[in-house]
């Protein structure tokens, strides 16, 4: 169980990082997104800490980044 949410954690902080990097030509609306995105997923590991809940809140944190961006 341990080494699932260890491996969610670093799967969020790859893709935290390697969307930060890619922001340069995005819209505003995308980049919220992808900060939502990254900010849910955080959030959700450290919630419900297992991959499920990563996932859970990167979804419903991009959905909120994507509609703050409008």
Known sequence: ???IRQLGTF???VAL????S???G??????DTVIGAGVGGVAGGLIG???LSTIGGAAAGGIIGNQVGK
């Open 1 to 3: 169980m341990k080494s």
């Open 11 to 13: 799967a969020t902080i």
């Open 17 to 20: 990082v390697a969307s930060l």
């Open 22 to 24: 890619a922001c340069e």
């Open 26 to 31: 995005m819209t505003t609306r995308q980049r």
């Open 49 to 51: 800490g297992n991959a």
